[in-house]
């Protein structure tokens, strides 16, 4: 079977960790990779074995699938270059930085023959796949309480520029908002506050979400709030018991009403592994090879643009927003 030629338009971190994951995958080969920074991507080709192409349109030309992993305001114009292509995309997170843009390119990749999967990776961690699986199999949850904090805007530079991340929630927050969805269903409404502090954009926010099961829950996350471990974290509350999640690294299980506890540990697996870049990738070529529906849609991606889009909207207007129902986002 010929291999899966696999281009890759922007060069930076996320770009030169599926890189080094698709290198072990035999059905793969890395046929051209681009970059703005024409320095970065000579270095990146060079580490990675591949072409360097001289633009985007060379890229998808060459490749039967390509990962969009550019800045995030610049996803949009290729993925509708890519899906115009009849090729196969991975578009890291988010879907777009708006919701007449995430609606566009849903709209276009949805009438699309070829395979079109969203970079959320947390779905496939196996902290988030067990306490998945425990909340399907075993528990009933009721509400939860989940925080997602960065240290800075600093580092890299561009994250505090809200003209290249589409603001603070589509950066790393807007991984929370499709966990909320994987874990506990739609969300029926929200109610958020917002505050600025530190960088000239609103970089605080609490959340109170109510899914249309009755369940709900609460969002913290802020952007200065320094580099306290575990800056991310989800506490599942269900009948006399509760499940915690420490980043990637563990899962702990109380359930009883001495204290005691059952943990479950993922340290000791590769950080791709743990953080489930390694799965998602995985994913994507088996729905290319195997002609089967990606885990995470296009569909998918919009939803999570429409959540956050949803609390800038109830941090503006100081009001309860409903967000759009996926049976009404998938006309």
């Given at each position: 079977m010929a291999k899966v030629k696999v281009g890759i338009i922007g060069t930076g971190y996320i770009g030169g960790v599926h890189a080094g994951l698709l290198a072990r995958d035999e059905r793969v080969q890395l046929a051209a990779v681009y970059d703005v920074n024409r320095e970065c991507a000579e270095k990146f080709a060079r580490a990675h074995d591949a072409q360097i192409s001289d633009g985007p349109a060379e890229v998808i030309e060459r490749c039967d699938a390509v990962y969009?992993?550019?800045?995030?305001?610049?996803?949009v114009a290729a993925s509708l270059a890519v899906i115009e292509a009849g090729k196969h995309v991975f578009c890291e997170k988010p879907l777009a930085t708006n919701?007449?843009?995430?609606?566009?390119?849903?709209?276009?990749?949805?009438?699309?023959?070829?395979?079109?999967?969203?970079?959320?990776?947390?779905r496939f961690a196996p902290v988030y796949a067990t306490l998945k699986q425990l909340l399907s199999d075993k528990y009933t949850p009721h509400s939860a309480h989940v925080k997602m904090n960065?240290?800075?805007l600093l580092n890299?530079?561009?994250?505090?520029?809200?003209?290249?991340?589409?603001?603070?929630?589509?950066?790393?927050p807007i991984h929370m908002f499709d966990m909320m969805r994987f874990l506990f269903g739609?969300?029926?409404?929200?109610?958020?506050?917002?505050?600025?502090?530190?960088?000239?954009?609103?970089?605080?926010?609490?959340?109170?979400?109510?899914?249309?099961?009755?369940?709900?829950?609460?969002?913290a996350t802020a952007a200065d709030a320094s580099w306290l471990f575990p800056f991310e974290r989800v506490e599942v509350f269900s009948?006399?018991?509760?499940?915690?999640?420490?980043?990637?690294?563990?899962?702990?299980?109380s359930t009883n009403l001495q204290g005691h506890f059952a943990e479950q540990s993922m340290q000791q697996l590769p950080r791709e592994e743990k953080w489930g870049y390694v799965q998602e990738d995985r994913a994507f070529i088996d729905a290319i090879v195997n002609g089967t529906p990606p885990p995470v849609t296009a569909l998918d991606g919009l939803m999570s643009v429409e959540l956050v889009n949803a609390v800038y909207e109830s941090v503006r207007t100081n009001s309860t927003i409903t967000p759009r129902p996926v049976s009404l986002l998938a006309r």
């Amino acid at each position: 079977m010929a291999k899966v030629k696999v281009g890759i338009i922007g060069t930076g971190y996320i770009g030169g960790v599926h890189a080094g994951l698709l290198a072990r995958d035999e059905r793969v080969q890395l046929a051209a990779v681009y970059d703005v920074n024409r320095e970065c991507a000579e270095k990146f080709a060079r580490a990675h074995d591949a072409q360097i192409s001289d633009g985007p349109a060379e890229v998808i030309e060459r490749c039967d699938a390509v990962y969009i992993t550019t800045p995030n305001t610049q996803h949009v114009a290729a993925s509708l270059a890519v899906i115009e292509a009849g090729k196969h995309v991975f578009c890291e997170k988010p879907l777009a930085t708006n919701i007449s843009d995430a609606e566009t390119v849903y709209a276009k990749a949805s009438k699309s023959k070829s395979v079109f999967q969203v970079g959320h990776n947390r779905r496939f961690a196996p902290v988030y796949a067990t306490l998945k699986q425990l909340l399907s199999d075993k528990y009933t949850p009721h509400s939860a309480h989940v925080k997602m904090n960065r240290g800075e805007l600093l580092n890299p530079v561009w994250t505090g520029d809200a003209s290249v991340t589409g603001g603070f929630l589509f950066e790393t927050p807007i991984h929370m908002f499709d966990m909320m969805r994987f874990l506990f269903g739609e969300v029926e409404s929200l109610h958020a506050i917002g505050s600025t502090h530190e960088y000239s954009e609103t970089d605080d926010f609490s959340v109170l979400l109510k899914f249309k099961s009755g369940f709900h829950a609460t969002l913290a996350t802020a952007a200065d709030a320094s580099w306290l471990f575990p800056f991310e974290r989800v506490e599942v509350f269900s009948h006399h018991a509760t499940l915690v999640t420490r980043e990637m690294e563990t899962l702990v299980c109380s359930t009883n009403l001495q204290g005691h506890f059952a943990e479950q540990s993922m340290q000791q697996l590769p950080r791709e592994e743990k953080w489930g870049y390694v799965q998602e990738d995985r994913a994507f070529i088996d729905a290319i090879v195997n002609g089967t529906p990606p885990p995470v849609t296009a569909l998918d991606g919009l939803m999570s643009v429409e959540l956050v889009n949803a609390v800038y909207e109830s941090v503006r207007t100081n009001s309860t927003i409903t967000p759009r129902p996926v049976s009404l986002l998938a006309r």
